[in-house]
């Protein structure tokens, strides 16, 4: 009762990190960048797809409201249909830019949602992984060793 150190229960004792060789470090770093690049661009491919799909209705009412308005069309557009005058160009350009912040609110809300039930922030990897090994062979426990009388610490 009076002991003032605190140990875990043995099956959750931590084992020290062990340091792995220079050449075994440097090769471990690679794969880990080249992993965390990897998901970095899954990550940005679900970004652009959430928010180039619902960013396409504003910006395709911005995109018309500009090409059609008398000012900035050209005298033989074939793009614009004869009912787009200067007052619905303008109702256009207003009501796409005001879609806009919306759009972007949901899309940023869907892309949250993807990536965390794909649980791609804990794909991860940490460069502590590159330099530390796991524990030696010798000091790993064997599974026949476990305790199998059925009781666990909790």
């Given at each position: 009762?009076?002991e003032d150190?605190?140990?875990?229960?043995?099956?959750?004792?931590?084992?020290?990190?062990?340091p792995?060789?220079?050449?075994d470090?440097?090769a471990?770093a690679?794969l880990i960048?080249?992993?965390?690049l990897?998901i970095?661009a899954?990550?940005?491919?679900?970004?652009?797809?959430m928010?180039?799909?619902?960013?396409?209705?504003s910006a395709v009412?911005?995109?018309?409201g500009?090409l059609c308005?008398?000012?900035?069309?050209?005298?033989?557009e074939?793009l614009?249909p004869?009912?787009?005058t200067?007052?619905?160009?303008v109702?256009l350009l207003v009501?796409?830019?005001?879609?806009?912040?919306?759009?972007?609110i949901l899309?940023?809300?869907?892309?949250?949602?993807?990536v965390?039930?794909?649980?791609?922030?804990?794909?991860f990897?940490?460069?502590?992984?590159?330099?530390?090994g796991?524990?030696?062979?010798?000091?790993?426990r064997?599974?026949?060793?476990?305790?199998?009388?059925?009781?666990a610490?909790?």
């Amino acid at each position: 009762m009076g002991e003032d150190t605190s140990t875990l229960p043995p099956p959750y004792t931590p084992v020290p990190p062990v340091p792995r060789d220079p050449l075994d470090c440097w090769a471990c770093a690679v794969l880990i960048t080249a992993h965390n690049l990897l998901i970095g661009a899954a990550n940005l491919g679900i970004f652009i797809v959430m928010c180039g799909g619902a960013l396409v209705p504003s910006a395709v009412m911005l995109l018309y409201g500009f090409l059609c308005h008398p000012r900035f069309r050209r005298p033989k557009e074939t793009l614009c249909p004869a009912v787009l005058t200067p007052g619905p160009c303008v109702a256009l350009l207003v009501f796409g830019a005001l879609l806009l912040l919306p759009f972007l609110i949901l899309s940023l809300a869907a892309y949250a949602r993807i990536v965390r039930s794909f649980q791609l922030s804990s794909c991860f990897l940490p460069y502590s992984r590159a330099m530390y090994g796991g524990a030696p062979a010798a000091r790993r426990r064997p599974a026949k060793d476990s305790p199998k009388d059925g009781k666990a610490w909790v």
